[in-house]
């Protein structure tokens, strides 16, 4: 079953993703499904290594987790907005953190979306399709 079309009945733009999830098993998940999906995704466990990447992967999209060890994802958000090959990205925040402030937070260090775990993979597929 192709879940992309049966969303919106043609295929979604496939995307070069980059997930970033300090959670082993949950960024392997989640990739598996994106690639599953038709995109093309990098996974990386936090912020510093997230940034070293952006050059050499060019994401048009980046799913970053905020509860992230050291560097955590606003002030990761707040570091991609700063640089020209993320600066227009979407990005969107993936994380167990769902109040009225922490989405607030999120659209203030620079976040687009505010998903919260567990993630629909629907709302996600939307997302990635506009």
Sequence with gaps: MN???D???GAASNRRILL??????AAFAMSMLLEALGHEVRTEHDGPRALASIDD???DVVVLDIG??????FEVARAMRQLPLTRDVLLLAMTGYGSDA???SAKDAGFDH???????IVDLEALLAK
Excluded: E
């Design 68 to 73: 992230l060890p050291g560097m955590d994802g």
């Design 114 to 120: 505010h998903l919260t775990k567990p993630v629909s």
């Design 3 to 5: 879940i992309t079309a």
């Design 57 to 59: 992967f060019r994401p």
């Design 20 to 25: 970033v999830d300090d959670s082993a098993d």
């Design 7 to 9: 969303m919106d009945g």
């Design 102 to 104: 922490d989405r607030q």
